[in-house]
């Protein structure tokens, strides 16, 4: 899926936390009660007709449960059959900055009616984002660009324009975001979702997390191992819990190199209407020459943001395209234009509101969940040693985000993801994706141990099961949801 991407999602640091054992700091209820959610038509057009809409009140600040409250709005469409109903599937978002109110209507009838008829389909939106109680850092236009949330540095490899910008958008955090700014994290989600599950009355509860969704999915098993169920994790983030988030944008580096020879084959095959080149092997010299170029003379692009076709908006092109291989075509489309010196119409954007929104809640939670380094000379060396090992992605995975001076320390270690627990998690990943690539989901995979199965698809893109995965790989998952059955050892899908 394109959350990550589509969320702008800003990639936090950890660095030199003592973990200790998680624990919740406060318990909902363990055993189930009658679900005594007010149900209410949901908002939105092209809804199925069955899904209907709650909201659930939690804490705030769960360290004073009986402080201020806030509202997570909640989605559901019912099992198909009650017969063979077996509880709820909570359907946990990518991001941070994404949101599930939608699913039960759209991906979560992409699930086998099978899967369908045994459970309850659960939306959701995290704290601080619309429609439950939302913030917004109210930034300015310039740091709302792609190319400013993601740390792209400047042309010569400088972090300072990186640095400035993360000092304006904590400012503005501070400045506007209120009280809830403070507490958005993966573990207050997660505190969030067994709320959620304590209000629809359900003992345990099933999940299907998604790219980021599998950080909240690790949080969740870590706090409440046993009230889970069934659980599928699908296009996995890095588990090392001193640079969770911060790993996963590192990630990019090995990501564009994975994904990129797929492009370079499908750019320079003959009959294509948008070959680049003769053979594959020309298309990434070609590519970096003209990233090269456009960092030295950009092209005019009114009505985008920023308002140029530069290098780094090419490699950011480049980054969003792979998540999805249907999108070669419009990449191709860029660079030949770019060659000719020429651009596209200007991208249509989300309208602004929610581009603030998906913005703050990516900083606040990147930037709550771990510390980490304020001093510029550690980002400038490893921009350059980025650079010169991972010349497509131009040094922006080893940046500075928002969170080197963001106001408020962490409140609480990262999530540190552990083997202890029930063994109900089945792990899927592509071979080739570019934003969770399989060198990160096999330090999952590591760190969950016997607790998990892992089925690895030769295919390429983000979003493996019903998405861009293989016939195999979304068979086992959904026969694992349906029935609990997992392969015996780890499984590869071609």
Same mark, same amino acid.
């Given at each position: ?12 640091a950890a ?12 318990a ?5 009660t ?10 939105g057009?092209?809804?199925?007709p ?25 989605? %559901?469409i ?11 599937l ?6 941070p900055g994404g949101?599930?109110?939608?699913d039960?209507s ?9 899967v369908?008829?045994?459970?309850d ?8 984002m ?5 913030v917004?850092?109210?930034?300015e ?9 993601l740390?792209?540095?400047a042309?010569d ?16 955090c ?7 700014i %403070?507490?958005?994290s993966?573990?207050n989600?997660?505190?969030d979702?067994?709320?959620v599950?304590?209000?629809?009355g359900?003992?345990?509860v099933?999940a ?6 599998t950080?909240?999915g ?8 046993q009230?889970?169920d ?31 020879p ?5 750019a ?5 209407p948008?070959r ?6 020309e298309v ?8 090269a ?12 943001n ?11 092109s ?5 998540y999805?291989?249907?999108?070669y ?11 000719k ?8 954007g ?28 550690v ?9 010169a ?8 995975p ?17 999530v540190h993801v552990?083997?202890r ?11 080739r ?14 760190a969950?141990g016997?607790r ?25 998952v ?17």
């Amino acid at each position: 899926m394109k959350q990550m991407t589509q969320s702008l999602a800003l990639i936090a640091a950890a660095s030199g936390v003592v973990f200790g054992v998680l624990t919740p700091l406060t318990a909902s209820a363990t055993n189930g009660t009658p679900d005594s959610l007010k149900w209410t038509e949901c908002e939105g057009s092209g809804l199925d007709p069955r899904q209907r809409c709650a909201t659930v009140s939690v804490p705030m600040d769960y360290a004073d449960p009986g402080g201020p409250k806030i509202e997570i709005a909640v989605s %559901r469409i019912p099992s198909e059959n009650p017969a063979a109903r077996r509880g709820a599937l909570l359907l946990i978002p990518g991001g941070p900055g994404g949101d599930s109110m939608n699913d039960p209507s759209e991906k979560g009838q992409k699930l086998p009616r099978f899967v369908r008829d045994a459970y309850d389909l659960i939306g959701f939106a995290p704290r601080g984002m619309a429609p439950s109680t939302a913030v917004d850092c109210g930034l300015e236009q310039r740091d709302l660009a792609r190319t400013t949330l993601l740390p792209w540095p400047a042309p010569d490899g400088s972090v300072d324009a990186t640095m400035a910008a993360g000092q304006r958008i904590s400012e503005a955090c501070a400045r506007n975001g209120g009280e809830l700014i %403070r507490h958005i994290s993966t573990l207050n989600e997660a505190r969030d979702l067994d709320r959620v599950r304590a209000a629809l009355g359900e003992r345990k509860v099933s999940a299907w997390g998604v790219s980021y969704g599998t950080y909240v999915g690790d949080a969740y098993l870590q706090l409440f191992p046993q009230r889970t169920d069934r659980v599928v994790l699908d296009s996995n983030d890095n588990a090392d819990p001193v640079l969770a988030e911060r790993a996963w944008l590192a990630a990019f580096e090995r990501g564009a190199e994975d994904n990129f020879p797929e492009f370079a084959k499908w750019a320079a095959t003959p009959g294509n209407p948008d070959r680049l080149a003769d053979t594959a092997a020309e298309v990434r010299p070609l590519f970096l020459k003209l990233a090269a170029r456009l960092d030295r003379e950009p092209i005019p692009w009114p009505g985008a943001n920023p308002a140029e076709l530069n290098g780094n908006v090419l490699r950011q092109s480049m980054l969003d395209a792979f998540y999805e291989p249907d999108d070669y075509p419009a990449l191709a489309q860029l660079i030949s234009a770019a060659r000719k010196g020429t651009v596209p119409p200007a991208p249509a954007g989300p309208p602004e509101a929610v581009l603030q929104n998906v913005t703050a809640v990516a900083a606040a939670t990147i930037c709550n969940d771990a510390d980490w380094p304020s001093d510029p000379a550690v980002y400038t060396k490893g921009v350059a040693e980025s650079r010169a090992k991972y010349p497509l992605t131009g040094g922006m995975p080893r940046n500075a985000m928002a969170c080197a001076a963001w106001p408020w320390e962490p409140e609480e270690a990262p999530v540190h993801v552990s083997d202890r627990g029930p063994s109900n998690i089945l792990m899927v990943q592509n071979e080739r994706d570019v934003a969770t690539p399989l060198s990160g989901a096999l330090k999952l995979r590591e760190a969950l141990g016997r607790r998990a199965v892992m089925v690895v698809n030769d295919s390429t893109g983000h979003d493996a099961y019903l998405g861009n995965g293989t016939a195999c790989g979304d068979a086992t998952v959904s026969r694992f949801l349906a029935t609990g059955a997992r392969p015996a050892q780890d499984t590869y899908c071609r």
